[in-house]
């Protein structure tokens, strides 16, 4: 039967069944579903009204739609509360796994917000006689986003001392968080030896390797094993590259290319992505990205210092994009000068997003991390 004649109902039911045949990250699948929650209302139905936006939802978390995704939890979690006759009261809690770490990434969230998800998350699962270890897991994560390392590590040995369920996360990706907690201890040791069953591939899921490898690129540069850490620059790039869930892993790579002074291969994969910049909404988000740009333009004027920029097409085409979205028109033809005055824009722009994050957070976590690049660049 041809779409335009089903009803309402049928017609959601279908859109979300053929949204299935599309990977997380495509317009095709968000479309399709943002048709489903129309056809959705016009229904009637709350269960089917639900379902569209719980599929939207789902697929908002892994494309990196960051704010729509708080949307749709709010939505159903509402919806959740007030229809308990109509909504199984445990289909909230695997998205409030997924939607708790989002919230410190954004400055507008404060504090008590944060503590409030964390606290009525925590009274779901109870209410379930459910293990507490998703809830202590992702209290972990939160504190290690804002940079509070003692509380990520005390709550992460409270999560794994409580007994696994249907509500963990899978075995890849509690090995993950646990080997880049490591790195983000600066435990680089440790963290390329607990990292080898995702490298050798016996522990991998629909994120893992993907989030580790840049970071086991991290840890191995750190140590001095830069050929080991090249090597896993083109299939952590190809495994990141069409989703803009990783788009801080991106950036991560960029920064990595102009530690190597490949300037050009970071500004391809810069100019490339800068769509991204614009469209994410998370501010961690944003100032990750921004800092990998910052670096780059570092990095390009430490090079011409004391000479001329030459012209070259991949210079040319950072700084027009650059320009386009920071809304700085070339008042000169020195490149020279064009470099410097976005190095400003871009470093003003990320020191504020820095700052606001920091002000919520109540430490210098992400004003440290500015002025510090994931791959640490020697200028020449």
Request: hydrophobic letters at 45%.
């Amino acid at each position: 039967m041809a779409l335009e004649n089903m009803t309402e109902a049928a017609l959601a039911r279908s859109l979300i069944s053929q949204s299935q045949e599309f990977d997380y990250g495509s317009s095709e699948k968000a479309d399709l579903l943002d048709r489903a929650i129309v056809a959705a209302d016009r229904s009637g139905s709350v269960s089917l009204q639900f379902d569209a936006r719980h599929e939207r939802m789902t697929v908002a978390v892994f494309s990196g739609e960051d704010e729509l995704a708080l949307a749709m939890y709010a939505w159903c979690q509402h919806i959740t509360d007030t229809r308990p006759d109509i909504i199984d009261q445990t289909s909230i809690l695997w998205p409030s796994k997924w939607i708790l770490p989002m919230l410190p990434e954004f400055s507008r969230i404060n504090q008590k917000q944060i503590d409030a998800i964390a606290a009525d998350m925590a009274k779901r699962y109870e209410a379930q006689n459910l293990s507490r270890r998703p809830v202590y897991a992702k209290r972990s994560e939160v504190y290690s986003i804002q940079g509070n390392m003692r509380q990520a590590r005390e709550f992460w040995d409270k999560a794994i001392a409580e007994p696994r369920d249907g509500y963990a996360d899978c075995a890849a990706c509690e090995h993950s968080y646990a080997v880049r907690l490591l790195a983000q201890e600066g435990r680089y040791e440790e963290m390329i030896t607990a990292a080898q069953p995702i490298l050798d591939g016996h522990l991998s899921c629909s994120q893992v390797p993907h989030i580790d490898l840049p970071q086991i690129m991290l840890a191995k540069y750190a140590l001095g094993r830069k050929d080991e850490a090249r090597e896993l620059y083109k299939r952590s790039y190809r495994l990141i590259r069409s989703n803009m869930e990783y788009i801080q892993l991106v950036a991560m790579l960029i920064e990595f290319k102009v530690a190597e002074s490949e300037m050009k291969d970071a500004a391809v994969v810069a100019v490339r992505h800068l769509p991204w910049l614009v469209q994410i909404k998370p501010d961690k988000l944003k100032m990750q990205y921004m800092r990998a740009l910052h670096c780059l333009l570092l990095a390009i004027a430490d090079n011409a210092e004391g000479k001329t920029l030459r012209v070259t097409e991949w210079l040319k085409a950072l700084l027009d994009a650059l320009e386009t979205v920071y809304g700085t028109a070339p008042d000169s033809a020195d490149l020279a000068h064009r470099v410097k005055l976005l190095t400003s824009k871009v470093g003003e722009a990320g020191l504020t997003i820095a700052g606001n994050l920091d002000a919520r957070n109540a430490n210098d976590y992400f004003t440290r991390q500015w002025h510090a690049p994931a791959f640490t660049y020697v200028a020449p």
